[in-house]
């Protein structure tokens, strides 16, 4: 269940990246507003697309021209992470927040052995010996269940799941409040997935705070308290995980949820349609094109996002009526 009164350790207000381009503004992410309470697991979903890696990048200042951050305000406690300089923004990399890539299991060096890779970590972000670093190094990786004789090999030695699990080791080898992962599970077998997942359960048992981006919804219902969905740049849903998934508000929620395979289930079902392009959001609320239960409102104006009960919020038109928000 997720930790309604927790401390809020990251604050997301109002985030917008964009691409620049010849045909013109890719507005990837437009307008994102969430937090991150102390001890949770916070999940974030939605199609391929959606803007769910942009928006990690853009919280960590990972992002590369064209792209750029074009409004918003990102804290670490009552530190802005937007202003900070570079070299001060490198000191709470790692220690305080570490990012698991996208496709980090590909990430690590081929020509490097993994105590070579754990070391240069270490030692880029701390004042530690390399002694020191390869005693951090041997104590992160056997604390994941892995054996020390993974030090010595080389990435194309081990499994794809093994290399998972050395970022992730190497990303909570300094002891961050709050690790970022994102896509930690795609291309992996189900049974690497499972050892992934068990890898981040331990990790929040001592007590790291977790940040996991996936559009995998099994893998959040096993993992996540608090959900976050995301569809084309913008949050619609926010909640409890149990309560998404057993009530799901927004009509794409739904969807979404119903895409999941099933045993026993006579076809797959899928979202209509495609999902649209930044460059050129659909007006109203973007899920509309894709929507059954669209109304006219849907199709000229963008819906606000109404509070359910407390946790629960949605950016339907649906709910806003119910709740008696007037249209302009």
Known sequence: MSNMSGEIILNVENLKVYYRSI?????????????????????????????????????????????????????????DLLSLPEDDLRRIRWVKISYVPQGSMNSLNPVLNIREQFIDAILDHTTMTEEEAVKLALESITALGL????????????????RQRVIIAMASALKPELMIADEPVTALDIAMVRSVIETFKLLREKGVTLMVVSHDMAFHAELGDRMVILYAGQIVETGDVYEVYSEPLHPYTKLLLQ????????????????????????????FHPRCPFAMDICRREEPPEVEVKPGRRVKCWLYAEKAGVISK
Request: some cysteine; overall charge positive.
């Open 23 to 79: 045909y013109g503004l890719y507005r990837v992410v437009d307008g994102v507003s969430f937090n991150v309470r102390k001890g949770e697991v916070l999940s974030i979903a939605g199609e391929s697309g959606s803007g769910k890696s942009t928006m990690v990048e853009g919280i960590l200042r990972l992002i590369r021209p064209p792209g750029y951050i074009a409004g918003g305000k990102v804290y670490y406690r009552n530190i």
């Open 147 to 162: 054996p020390p004789e993974v030090l010595r090999m080389y990435p194309h030695q081990l499994s794809g799941g093994m």
């Open 259 to 286: 895409s999941i395979p099933r045993i026993g289930a006579k076809e797959l079902k899928g979202i209509p349609g495609i999902a649209p392009s930044p460059l050129n959001w659909p007006p109203g609320c973007r």
